[in-house]
T-cell receptor, first 116, second 113 residues
Framework: DTGVSQDPRHKITKRGQNVTFRCDPISEHNRLYWYRQTLGQGPEFLTYFQNEAQLEKSRLLSDRFSAERPKGSFSTLEIQRTEQGDSAMYLC??????????????FGSGTRLTVV | AQKITQTQPGMFVQEKEAVTLDCTYDTSDQSYGLFWYKQPSSGEMIFLIYQGSYDEQNATEGRYSLNFQKARKSANLVISASQLGDSAMYFCAMREGGFKTIFGAGTRLFVKA
C-alpha cells in the first residue's frame, strides 16, 4: 500500500486553460475527498465520493469545477477556464467507512496549481 | 458561520516541554467527531488523533492527547515532551453527520532547541 497518490505534484497553467488532476486513493478506502488549501489557511472542502457516487459538492464551488470517480477507484478533478484565484494546493484524501467512525483521512501530497 | 476556531496563529515551545493548542467548535449536532492533523513543511497532512462526541474518556495517542470539554465546545490538543520534529502546522477539524470534515485555520508550532 503506497498511500494516496496525486498527479501531477505541480502544475503551472495560463489563465483560461483547463487542467485536470488525478488522485489514486488507498485501494480499500471507499470514500474520497477533494480539498483546496491556500497559503496560511486550512483545507477547504470541495467535494466527496462514496464509491463512484458524488454525494456532496461545496456550494462555494464554481461550475468550472467538476470531479469524477469512475468505477469507484481513482478520481479526477477538472478546472475549466482557470482563473488566478484558482491558484492553490489541491488535496485528495481517502478513508474507509465501516461500523466505526473514527477513521481519520489519509491525505495525498497534493497538486500545487499556479495560474499565470 | 465559522465552525472551527483556532485562536493561536503561532506558538513557541521549548524542546521536551508540553504544549497545548487550542480549538473551539460550533455545532448543533449531538453526534460529531473531532480530529487533529499535523502538516509539516513537506505539505502532507497527517492524522493524529480522534475524539467522538459520545466518548467519555479523552483520546490519547502516544504523546498526543485531546482535552475534550464538551460543555465548553473545546477540543484542545496537548503534545507532551515536544520534539524538534513536532514543528509544523496543526489543524483542528470536525466531522458532522458522518460525511465531510471541516478544518480550522491552523496553528503553527515552533519547537525550540
Amino acid at each position: 500500500d503506497t498511500g494516496v497518490s496525486q498527479d501531477p505534484r505541480h502544475k503551472i497553467t495560463k489563465r483560461g486553460q483547463n487542467v485536470t488532476f488525478r488522485c489514486d486513493p488507498i485501494s480499500e478506502h471507499n470514500r474520497l475527498y477533494w480539498y483546496r488549501q491556500t497559503l496560511g489557511q486550512g483545507p477547504e472542502f470541495l467535494t466527496y465520493f462514496q464509491n463512484e457516487a458524488q454525494l456532496e459538492k461545496s456550494r462555494l464551488l464554481s461550475d468550472r469545477f467538476s470531479a469524477e470517480r469512475p468505477k469507484g477507484s481513482f478520481s479526477t478533478l477538472e478546472i475549466q477556464r482557470t482563473e488566478q484565484g484558482d491558484s492553490a494546493m489541491y488535496l485528495c484524501a481517502s478513508t474507509m467507512t465501516t461500523g466505526k467512525t473514527n477513521y481519520g483521512y489519509t491525505f495525498g501530497s497534493g497538486t500545487r496549481l499556479t495560474v499565470v | 458561520a465559522q465552525k472551527i476556531t483556532q485562536t493561536q496563529p503561532g506558538m513557541f515551545v521549548q524542546e521536551k516541554e508540553a504544549v497545548t493548542l487550542d480549538c473551539t467548535y460550533d455545532t448543533s449536532d449531538q453526534s460529531y467527531g473531532l480530529f487533529w492533523y499535523k502538516q509539516p513543511s513537506s505539505g502532507e497532512m497527517i492524522f493524529l488523533i480522534y475524539q467522538g462526541s459520545y466518548d467519555e474518556q479523552n483520546a490519547t495517542e502516544g504523546r498526543y492527547s485531546l482535552n475534550f470539554q464538551k460543555a465548553r465546545k473545546s477540543a484542545n490538543l496537548v503534545i507532551s515532551a515536544s520534539q524538534l520534529g513536532d514543528s509544523a502546522m496543526y489543524f483542528c477539524a470536525m466531522r458532522e453527520g458522518g460525511f465531510k470534515t471541516i478544518f480550522g485555520a491552523g496553528t503553527r508550532l515552533f519547537v525550540k532547541a
